[in-house]
């Protein structure tokens, strides 16, 4: 029996002050106490259910982390101001000087960039791999590794990493796996898989509207405690903390996910099986000829499809940037980064967020220039969308 993510969100009662169906909006940094002793506990742990600055834990950014929670099937979760923010967050809370990683060299680019250029500040080292070889991975794996780092679905490759036999890596060498599960929420469920930590950017398909930069980490109750301990803490002393009122309105959205999921899923299928059918040199994890589909389609929870991001390559940029201001002009949608949007967003990757990783890597790992990456909306009229797409392939003689 698989996991389901939208059935434990489906589940949760959480309520306002006085019975709103949505949770209050606590717009409070500090909260009160009644008396000294709880605040001495509260500040060092010691007390529960009391809340002591907002930097620390809100109510408002409790109900969401809660629910995020819930969607893994995680201890406890906590949100963060955005995916970034998640990320080097939960790797400098387990890495220290002297400490390395493994990681996928599919990343999403700001990701790259903080392993490959930021890391080293610290004297943290890394070592990129290719996710889909397990075999590498292991032997990446040094006496003083401390984190491997993958992507379920990396961006923008979209190569799935096989989750399971990672955290049999990683539990064999005492490290710990964190999974960044930004481009298939609902659709893998990293922590049921073996993961120890989960990252988004909820920026993305959680929240769903561009309206916000958010992220969330999922783990145990003793990591998320960690990361926030008054003492050491990277989060409490960094303090990249979500606000509440963005908790709020990304709560909301988080209970209509797994129907924008399928809806993303199913429009991003129709889309790669028309690209299929005109020639057009596609991937996407839902089709037979991608290298990940049998890993993708044993591991997915059911349901939700296989997500909505496809990339087409049209081999030069020059192709790729025409193609991408025709579909601008033709209204299939917007030329703009970013992913998980109700309008289908397109850009380059090579040029736009892959463009922290060196050509000379792009090239290595198999990064076309002419890579154009498509997260599809929510069209009601897919249909319309393709011939729109096609008349634009047409026009430029690639069909
Ligand atoms: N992870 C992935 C896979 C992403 O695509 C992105 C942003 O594009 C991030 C993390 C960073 O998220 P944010 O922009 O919310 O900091």
């Known amino acids: 029996m698989k996991f389901d993510p939208a059935k ?74 955005s995916g970034m923010a998640a990320i080097t967050n939960a790797i400098l809370q387990l890495c220290n000087s002297g400490d390395h990683l493994v990681s996928s060299v599919t990343t999403y680019g700001g990701t790259f960039a903080f392993l490959k250029n930021y890391l080293p500040k610290f004297n943290i080292s890394v070592t990129f791999v290719d996710p889909t070889d397990l075999d590498a991975i292991e032997k990446a ?115 209509t996910l797994h129907i924008r999921m399928k809806q993303h899923s199913s429009n991003a299928m129709y889309l790669a099986e028309k690209f299929t059918e005109l020639g057009v040199k596609v991937s996407y994890p839902g089709l037979k000829s991608h290298k990940g589909h049998e890993l993708i389609t044993r591991i997915m929870n059911p349901k939700f499809g296989y997500g909505g991001l496809i990339a087409i390559d049209l081999g030069t940029s020059e192709k790729a940037n025409q ?11 917007y030329l703009a980064v970013s992913l998980g949007y109700f309008k289908t967003l397109f850009s380059n990757s090579g040029k736009s967020t892959s463009s922290e990783v060196p050509e000379d890597v792009q090239k290595d790992m198999g990064l076309s220039e002419g890579l154009v990456r ?11 969308t393709f011939l729109t797409i096609e008349s634009c392939l047409k026009e430029m003689k690639l069909i």
């Open 141 to 255: 794996v040094q006496p003083n590794t401390k984190v491997i780092y993958t992507e379920s679905m990396t961006n923008p490759l979209l190569q799935i990493s096989d989750i399971s036999a990672m955290a049999d890596i990683a539990n064999k060498h005492g490290v710990k796996l964190m999974v960044d599960n930004t481009f298939t929420p609902m659709i893998v469920a990293p922590f049921k898989l073996g993961a120890h930590i989960v990252v988004y950017s909820m920026t993305k398909f959680i929240n769903g509207k561009n309206d916000a930069v958010a992220g969330a980490i999922c783990a145990s109750q003793e990591f998320i405690d960690s990361l926030i301990d008054v003492n050491n803490g990277t989060s409490m002393l960094l303090g990249p903390v979500l606000d509440p009122m963005r908790s709020s309105s990304i709560l909301k959205n988080l209970n």
């Open 8 to 81: 434990e969100i489906q589940h949760l009662e959480q309520f306002g002050e006085f019975g709103g169906v949505n949770p209050s909006i606590t717009d409070s940094s500090t909260f009160t106490f009644l008396g000294t002793d709880t605040m001495e506990g509260t500040f060092h742990g010691e007390t529960q259910g009391c809340f002591l600055y907002s930097r620390h834990w809100n109510p408002t950014n409790k109900y969401l982390s809660d629910a995020l929670a819930a969607m893994e099937g995680t201890e406890a979760g906590w949100v963060t101001a």
């Open 323 to 333: 193609l991408m201001e025709l579909m601008q002009d033709k209204g299939v949608g």
């Open 374 to 384: 498509f997260s599809v909306g929510l069209d009601n009229d897919i249909e319309d």
